[in-house]
């Protein structure tokens, strides 16, 4: 049966990428039935939102939803696109690999890293208030709850896709409550995966430092809203930074597949940006829906593309566009034996 998915083109380079990574998730060989909605500033005009009611239903429907970058407009009044789908949505886990690709000019060459990061509490709850008119306090929401809960996702991940060991990264020697009772709670849940995921964990600043002078040592992190939302770039920025960073919000009811990088307006209609972010979020999809064998041979596609070096986009040192680039990974996806 056809998997229906909810697209978003989005704004700027969006619609390329988005064109581009569908034709790609297509020569997997797996069966879609994509349903294209306009989010952003260009429904702006007619539905006077850039995240129209139909949206959100759509992704409500389908229940996974795969979209371009979407560009936040400046002091007009309009929230975040990104920040109304995850709280509408209840996408409660933010999912960022970081996995070195060869051919990409960094520091390192064995980085495998999967950042779990809790995306509805701690303190960009935005509890803030000003206490007199020179201090103000910014409240840190910790709750049992929601840590058991990322924590579950967490471990669950790494058995669905192999992987070794879960970190807990945290400030539990300062915070003893609020970041305590994370810890707590990840350890708890660690009980249950005793035998299949080593579990350890590290406080945050240490975490950081470790990552920098040997990453390889580590595999899926989780960590609150705060840490989570700086150690992601952190990682990212180890494996060649946001054009090849892929991303997810996935909640009980959902999950949007959407790229790290914006909607880079001066790039936008020129065939130019780099679809490989857009790419390795659709591999998360597939990843979701179960299909890990087809995520790792289109992911393996988009390696061997840049790897090779002839078919890459500007910005990693080539002069292919982002529909070249795309033909090149569909015509290695269809060299390659289909598996599983
Ligand atoms: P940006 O990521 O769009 O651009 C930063 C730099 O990276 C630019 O030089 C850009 O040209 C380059 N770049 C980004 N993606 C690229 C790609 N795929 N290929 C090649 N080059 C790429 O960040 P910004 O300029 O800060 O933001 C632009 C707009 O995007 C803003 O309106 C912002 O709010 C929005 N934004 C949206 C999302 C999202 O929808 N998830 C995320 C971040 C920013």
Redesign the pocket.
């Known amino acids: 049966m056809a998997h229906r998915v909810t697209l978003i083109p ?1 704004d ?2 969006g619609p390329e ?1 988005a064109e581009a990574t569908r034709r790609v998730l297509d020569a997997t060989g797996i069966d879609f039935e994509w349903e294209v909605v306009e989010a952003g500033e260009a429904v702006i005009a007619e539905y006077g939102t850039p995240l129209p009611d139909h949206v959100l239903e759509s992704i409500k429907r389908n229940r996974i939803a795969i979209k371009g ?4 407009p400046v002091g007009k009044g309009f929230r975040s ?2 920040v109304t789908l995850r709280q509408a949505l209840g996408l409660y886990a933010n999912l960022r690999p970081a996995r070195s690709i060869k051919g990409l000019d960094t520091r390192y060459e064995d980085v495998d890293l999967v950042i779990v990061r809790e995306n509805t509490e701690d303190l960009y709850a935005g509890i803030e208030h000003m206490v007199g008119p020179d201090a103000a306090e910014s409240i840190k929401i910790i709750t049992r709850a929601a840590s058991e809960r990322i924590a579950r996702f967490a471990f669950d991940y790494a058995v669905a896709n192999g992987r070794r060991k879960v970190t807990a990264v945290h400030k539990a020697n300062i915070m003893k409550l609020s970041d305590g009772l994370f810890l707590e709670a990840c350890t708890t849940v660690a009980a249950d995966y005793a035998g299949k995921v080593e579990f350890e964990d590290r406080i945050v600043d240490n975490m950081c430092m470790q990552l920098v002078q040997k990453p390889d040592l580590y595999d899926v992190l989780v960590l609150p809203n705060l840490y989570g939302d700086i150690v992601s770039d952190l990682a990212a920025g180890l494996v060649g930074g ?2 090849v960073a892929p991303g997810a919000n996935i909640g009980t009811e959902a999950a949007v597949f ?10 936008a209609g020129q065939n130019k ?3 490989t ?1 857009l790419m390795l979020s659709g591999g998360l999809m597939l990843r979701h829906l179960g299909h890990v064998a087809e995520a790792e041979r289109m992911e393996q596609a988009v390696r061997d593309v840049i790897a090779e070096g002839t078919a890459t ?1 500007y ?1 990693l040192g080539g002069t292919a566009g982002t529909s070249q680039f795309a033909d090149a990974v569909i015509s290695r996806l269809e060299r390659a034996p289909t598996s599983a």
């Open positions: 989005g700027g380079i990428l970058p979407i560009t936040t696109v990104n946001l054009g959407e790229p790290v990088h914006g909607s880079a307006p001066k790039y940006a780099n679809p972010a986009t910005d």
